[in-house]
């Protein structure tokens, strides 16, 4: 889940940073993605706004989400009996492509749409296809990265080659 989470950071949504991870029986990464512009539209140039689904200023007739960009984004053949953890419960539509990729488990964190037309559709098709699905249960309040505490930072470019020499 906290790769879910890492990937979602590279949302340029302002308000909603959904990322995914999808693995397979090994707990092996084949796919992360995250809710972002398709491939050729810049960020920039396309609108972030809320507003009605079928609004042209509106985000949602252009973003792709994480759920979408994993599975696209696969380092492997397929998603057979795989896992996807991710930040948000999925919509029907991402339902959709978890159900033909063949996704055994989804595990989310979040189900804050769970009264909307389009998550309770999304659970119909999971219960309909067999897809287990449960939300994630964290043993760990944060995960923090600080990138100044690593060894590497705090080793000179240098030290490597002195002491090869």
Not at 8 to 13: E, F, T, Y
Not at 32 to 47: A, H, R, V
Not at 125 to 139: C, L, N, T, V
Request: aromatic letters at 10%; glycine letters at 4%.
């Amino acid at each position: 889940m906290a790769v879910a989470f890492l990937s979602a950071q590279r949302s340029k949504d302002p308000r909603t940073q959904v990322g995914a991870c999808i693995v397979n029986n090994d707990n092996k990464i084949i796919g992360i993605g995250y809710n972002g512009m398709p491939k050729g539209c810049d960020d920039d140039e396309f609108p972030w706004k809320k507003g009605p689904h079928s609004s042209l200023d509106s985000k949602y007739l252009y973003v792709c989400h994480a759920e979408v960009n994993a599975v696209l984004n696969k380092n492997s053949s397929d998603c057979k009996d795989c896992t996807m953890y991710v930040a948000l419960f999925p919509c029907n539509e991402c339902a959709k492509i978890i159900i033909q990729s063949s996704i055994k488990t989804v595990i989310y964190m979040s189900d804050k749409y769970a009264d909307k037309v389009q998550t309770i559709a999304a659970k119909k098709m999971f219960d309909a296809a067999g897809i287990k699905y449960r939300q994630y249960i964290s043993k760990h309040k944060k995960i923090e990265i600080d990138f100044d505490d690593t060894d590497y930072m705090n080793q000179s470019l240098e030290s490597p080659m002195k002491e090869n020499a």
